[in-house]
């Protein structure tokens, strides 16, 4: 369980912002009503396709419960811009961590998991376990 | 010795760079990524230009931590985070000093340009703006023209390389043949240092 039975949070960053919109609502709905806080940081702010670091940054404060904040990601630009803000800067609360998981996959297994109240250690430890879930 | 101003004035000649070479930059970004890289470094040093202007740091340090942060929060694409570091880990790496010589801006440039092959995990001849990073800083303890210099020519020897990072990576063999986009930004970073260093006197 994480401290003081507070909830990590989950950020989903993808370069389209439907596409963090919808994998926010299905991981959502799996975990089924009453979850951890999820956002979705989706594209640019003129909501093209990209990343936006404020759009990033304001989805992490949202969701930071106190109980760390774990962000995933899709590719390129969505992963280097959570590693520089990480590694440089102060606009993400502290005990935000980038997850190194498949985006729908993981972001399931870490809404369902933080949901259950585990702290973010443990809702990484599902999210990258996502990466051993083999389709064929 | 190189202050505050020295550093803005290389990051507006830069802004004026890549607004010039804007359409350039996303022709040589259309067959092998996604034909947004002059635009989006375009974006990102016009708003690099109008904060130094507004906000006037005043240390190296400051100026460059500065246009870093403007460029991680404007640019929108991966360009963005990897140049945002350059100057934002460069900038921390020159302190709070009011002037800075030019070998400890030699020291701090290459901690830069470690860290952005840190966050990207690229290694020169990968195709990428390293190419022509690495060998500018190399050659940036000789002078600022020689920097300048290995920069335009590690950029022009990027176009026979098959990239192995990025999007373009996933092109395999059919991205040789074309020069690669953020090299070439990336010495146009390096000749509007050479010309900032010009209009100084430093040479």
Same mark, same amino acid.
Request: avoid cysteine; proline fraction near 4%.
């Given at each position: ?9 989950? *950020? ?6 439907? *596409? ?58 969505? *992963? ?57 | ?5 020295? +550093? ?5 000649? #830069? ?23 002059? %635009?989006?470094?375009?974006?990102? +040093? ?21 246009? $870093? ?7 929108? $694409? ?26 400890? +801006? ?8 470690? #860290? ?38 590690? #950029? ?11 999007? #373009? %990576? ?19 970073? +390096? ?9 100084? $006197?430093?040479?």
């Amino acid at each position: 369980m994480s401290d003081n039975g507070k909830l990590v949070g989950i *950020v989903l960053v993808s370069h389209s912002g439907p *596409v963090a919109e919808s994998v926010a609502t299905l991981a959502t709905g799996l975990a089924g009503g009453g979850t951890a806080p999820v956002a979705a940081a989706g594209g640019t702010e003129g909501g093209g396709l990209g990343t936006s670091s404020e759009l990033i940054a304001a989805a992490a404060h949202r969701v930071d419960r106190g109980a760390g904040v774990a962000i995933l990601v899709d590719l390129g630009s969505a *992963v280097l811009t959570v590693k520089a803000l990480i590694a440089e800067g102060d606009e993400l609360p502290d005990g935000a961590r980038l997850v190194d998981a498949p985006f729908v996959e993981g972001a399931v297994a870490a809404v369902v998991t933080a949901s259950a109240g585990a702290d973010i250690a443990a809702v990484e430890a599902a999210a990258r376990e996502a990466y051993e879930y083999r389709k064929v | 010795m190189l202050d505050a101003d020295f +550093f803005r004035r290389w990051l507006t000649t #830069a802004a004026a760079a890549v607004d010039r070479e804007a359409e350039r930059l996303t022709e040589l970004d259309s067959p092998i990524g996604d034909a947004d890289h002059g %635009s989006n470094l375009q974006r990102g +040093f016009t708003a690099v230009a109008a904060t130094l202007e507004k906000e006037a740091p005043d240390t190296p340090g400051a100026v460059l931590t500065l246009a $870093g942060r403007q460029l991680i929060s404007t640019v929108g $694409g991966a360009s963005g985070p990897l140049y945002g570091t350059l100057l934002r880990r460069t900038g921390k790496a020159l302190g709070d000093a009011a002037e800075v010589g030019a070998a400890e +801006f030699a020291d701090a440039l290459r901690t830069g340009v470690d #860290a952005v092959a840190a966050l990207g995990g690229a290694a020169p001849g990968d195709k990428t703006m390293l190419d022509a990073l690495v060998p500018a800083v190399d050659a940036l303890p000789t002078s600022f023209a020689a920097a300048r210099a290995a920069a335009h020519e590690g #950029a022009l020897a990027t176009t026979p390389l098959q990239a192995r990072k990025g999007r #373009a %990576s996933y092109l395999g063999e059919r991205s040789i043949g074309h020069q690669d986009p953020g090299a070439t930004s990336s010495a146009l970073l +390096f000749e509007a240092l050479a010309e900032t260093a010009e209009g100084a $006197g430093h040479e």
